[in-house]
């Protein structure tokens, strides 16, 4: 490992694009600080993600490649797209989808918990002691010489470059915006905090395998909605049901769903086909975790300022039915 310069990074954020720079800088012996505001770097959200070749290209790189296809079983399962009442409009036949990407680029496609990504970065970083958690930013200031992160349990963290990685809804992002209005710096849109849009929502869960799985990523579509389906490890899978919103929000107006919000959009789809034998009431009833979020789009104009950058989400934030 190369001998560390003086030179300190503060990252917010303990996500996929936060611990990923994490173990970059311990490569080039660059010393810096995590801080993450939920009390454990790995916690069970109910989200999957799915990980394509040029990203698996990049976490093979890290030395995270072969752990992640290890976790994600088996990964070469047939793919169909259905019609609403469950039948098959298109099927993979001599190899699957993920075989077919893998024999052109080099890597598959694998679909894994959240959290078991997270875990494994976490344990590829070797100085675990800079990642603190439970540590929610309150206040970012800055000077000439440097940045420091004021947490709300009352700490402060000094370093000389501030990096996002806290998410869509982020705070950093916010400070930043402050920050640069503060001093009177005309370098980002006066309404760049309602750039971010939604008109779309979803259900993400996971769930038990219900009876009648056949073992293929399933994707149905009918009026205003759709489900995605993927085998999971662990006997389980993962599903993802998007519905179109009465229209579109933006930045504030983005609305926030309740539990009950979400139970009462299940209900009312009960009845759809997932496929000839399986319907979302046999999902949602067989679920383990479930949420219900809007699904926001945008790429801001500016991702940095001064002693600041942004990553992820918070710069860049790729509606979910793009990438499916």
């Known amino acids: 490992m190369a001998t560390e310069q003086s030179m300190r990074i ?3 954020g303990g996500s996929v694009s936060g611990l990923s720079l994490a173990i970059m800088l311990e490569k080039f012996g660059i010393d810096y600080l995590i801080l993450e505001a939920y009390p454990t770097i790995a916690p ?3 989200a999957s993600i799915g990980l394509l070749p040029n990203g698996l290209k990049i976490l093979d790189q890290l030395g995270c490649y072969e752990r992640l ?3 994600g079983g088996d990964i070469y399962y047939k793919c ?3 019609s609403s009442d469950g039948r098959i409009l298109s099927e993979t ?5 993920s075989e077919s990407i893998e024999s052109m680029t080099g890597y598959p496609c694998v679909f894994i918990d959240r959290q078991m990504l997270l875990q494994v970065l976490y344990e590829k970083i070797h100085h675990k002691d800079r990642v603190l958690t439970g540590k929610r930013v309150s206040r970012v200031e800055m000077t000439d010489s440097g940045v420091t992160v004021k947490t709300k349990d009352g700490s402060s963290y000094a370093g000389d470059i501030l990096i996002g990685a806290d998410g869509v809804r982020s705070t950093i992002r916010q400070e930043m915006w402050r920050l640069a209005s503060e001093e009177k710096q005309n370098v980002f849109p006066p309404d760049e905090a309602q750039s971010l849009k939604s008109n779309t929502k979803c259900i993400f869960g996971i769930s038990n395998l219900p009876k009648g799985w056949r073992g293929m990523q399933h994707s149905a579509f009918n009026d205003g909605r759709s489900y995605l389906l993927v085998p999971a490890p662990k006997d389980r899978v993962y599903w993802f ?5 009465d229209g579109t929000y933006y930045g504030k107006d983005i609305p926030r769903f309740l539990k ?19 319907t979302f009431r046999d999902i949602y009833e067989g679920r383990q975790v479930a949420t219900l979020v809007a699904l926001e789009e945008h790429v801001f104009s500016r991702w940095n300022y001064r002693r600041i950058l942004l990553i992820g989400d918070l710069a860049y934030k790729v509606h979910s039915v793009t990438l499916t």
């Open 69 to 71: 296809r290890e976790i």
């Open 260 to 278: 009950e919000d979400e139970k009462v959009l299940a209900s009312k789809y009960f009845d759809d086909n997932i496929s000839d034998s399986i």
């Open 93 to 97: 036949k001599d190899a699957s989808l």
């Open 44 to 46: 069970q959200l109910g």
């Open 241 to 245: 049901f998007f519905h179109v919103m």
């Open 10 to 12: 503060l990252v917010v």
């Open 80 to 82: 169909s797209i259905r």
